[in-house]
Structures are given as C-alpha cells and as structure tokens.
C-alpha cells in the first residue's frame, strides 16, 4: 500500500520572516491530519528556521534544489551533504530547474545519485512541454527523462516521482485527471521495465501543475496518483491545508 504524498513546493517565494509566518498559519491544522506524508519546501535561506519549527511535529522539510558535489569550491551551491542535516526530501529535475537553468537529463541523473548518497529522498520531477504534449510525444518524453535521470542507479524505494507537465505549472491549465493518471500509468510502467513490477507498484507517484483546494479530489480519485507536487496553492495556508485534507479524506476512504 503506499501512503499518500502531498509536497508544498514555496519556489522562489518568502523571505524568511514571511517563510515563519505561513508555517505558523498552517503547522497545527497541517500536524493534525492523518494518513499523508506532508513535506514543506521553502527556500534554502529559511530551510533552517522552518526545520526548527517542524520539529516535533509530522511535517517534513525538503529543500528545492541542490548541487551534485558533496563540497569544494562552487560558489553560491548548496549540496547534499549540507541538506542532509536539515531536509528529508530534494526536489529534483523540476521543469523551472530544466528551462530556466539548463538542467540537462545528466545534471539531473548526477543530482539523484548525489542525493541518494547522503540519504536524501529526490521527488523526481519530469513532464513534457506544451508543443511535444500537442505532437503527442508526451511519453517519449517523459520515458527519456526517466531513463535519464535514473541511469546507473540501483532500485531504490527512497524515491517519489511527480509528473508534472509544463504547461501546466504555474499557468492555472492543471491536466485532467484522467490524463494525469494515464501518463502516470504509463511512467510505472517504465520503471517496471527499469526495475522491476514491485517496485513499479510501490513508488509513490505524484502530479502536480496548477494543483488547488479545488481541483485535488479530481486527481487523487485515480488509484494510480498518490498525490500531488503544488506550488502556488502551498503559499496559502489555508489552500494547502484544504489540499492535504482533501488527500487524506479521499485515499482514506479508498483503503
Ligand atoms: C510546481 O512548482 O511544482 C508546481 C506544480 O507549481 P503550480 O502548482 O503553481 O503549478
């Protein structure tokens, strides 16, 4: 059985001042809810503060990016190792991290075994942009950056996966459920081929992309999706409350 997932992705959003505040809006409704994994991603300078909020309580802290070296002279990185006293999760791959940065299928590969190596769990990101979804080339897409980014890696139950299309990040577009659940099927079955059929069927998988208090229950009623990535919906406590509420109600009902 695997335990839903719902992760708040905060970008590049919050001073630290602000970053304290919404955890306090949301720390004790977002403690009290059962049955979900709920991890928070604020930005590196308030991974700090927000882990010492976080402790005691069920929330986990994951951070959005890292480096691949474990140290050295890389100005202005962060890496693993550095997270690994702090974070329990990475975001890894994220289309932002891709288009704007140049993230290539390597980079991002180097980065999940770097993770792995300090006993950081990668929510790996992948999804497709709008001209190759409209040329229907979603699945190669999706297939090449899966290949890519978990070449040379034993099987590892310490990952999440979250399908996330480009065209739907940040743009208010979310996929329909049933799309979402149909590239998700499709992405277990990549991993079956990767791995094995097991660990296909333990790895939690997750959509997000313009993922809100509304729109969740229409993609957490497919089996196939664990839950969900979200970003701008997570800088509302009250929205992000409703999200993991709604998660925990929905996959509850369905054990
Ligand atoms: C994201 O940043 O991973 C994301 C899904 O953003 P949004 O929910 O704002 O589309």
């Given amino acids: 059985m695997r335990s839903p997932f719902v992760a708040g992705n905060w970008k590049m959003n919050t001073t630290a001042t602000e970053a304290e505040r919404l955890v306090l809006e949301m720390l ?50 962060i890496s693993s190792l550095m997270l690994s006293e702090l974070c329990e999760f990475v975001i890894l791959g994220h289309s932002e991290r891709r288009w704007y940065f140049g993230e290539t299928d390597e980079i991002v590969n180097r980065k999940v075994k ?3 190596a300090n006993k950081l769990k990668p929510i790996l990101c992948v999804g497709e942009r709008l001209e190759e979804n409209e040329a229907g080339r979603t699945e190669e897409v999706v297939s090449r950056q899966l290949r890519g980014a978990l070449d040379g890696i034993e099987p590892v139950r310490d990952l999440v996966i979250a399908y996330e299309p480009v065209w739907a990040i940040g743009t208010g577009k979310a996929a329909s459920g049933k799309q979402a659940a149909a ?33 969740i229950a229409e993609f957490i009623s497919y ?5 969900a990535l979200v970003g701008g919906a997570s800088l509302k406590a009250e929205e992000f409350v409703s999200i993991v509420e709604k998660t925990a109600e929905i996959k509850g009902r369905k054990k």
């Fill in 114 to 116: 770097a993770a792995l």
């Fill in 183 to 215: 590239t998700i099927q499709f992405i277990r079955a990549v991993v079956a081929k990767l791995w094995s059929k097991s660990m296909a069927q333990d790895l939690r998988i997750l959509y997000g992309g313009s993922v809100t208090g509304a729109n």
């Fill in 28 to 77: 004790d409704k977002l403690d009290k809810i059962e049955g979900v994994e709920k991890v928070l991603c604020p930005p590196f300078v308030s991974l700090v503060a927000v882990s010492m909020m976080l402790q005691g309580s069920s929330i986990k802290l994951g951070a959005q990016n890292m480096y691949f070296e474990a140290k050295g002279a890389y100005t202005g990185e």
């Fill in 223 to 227: 089996l196939e999706i664990d839950g």
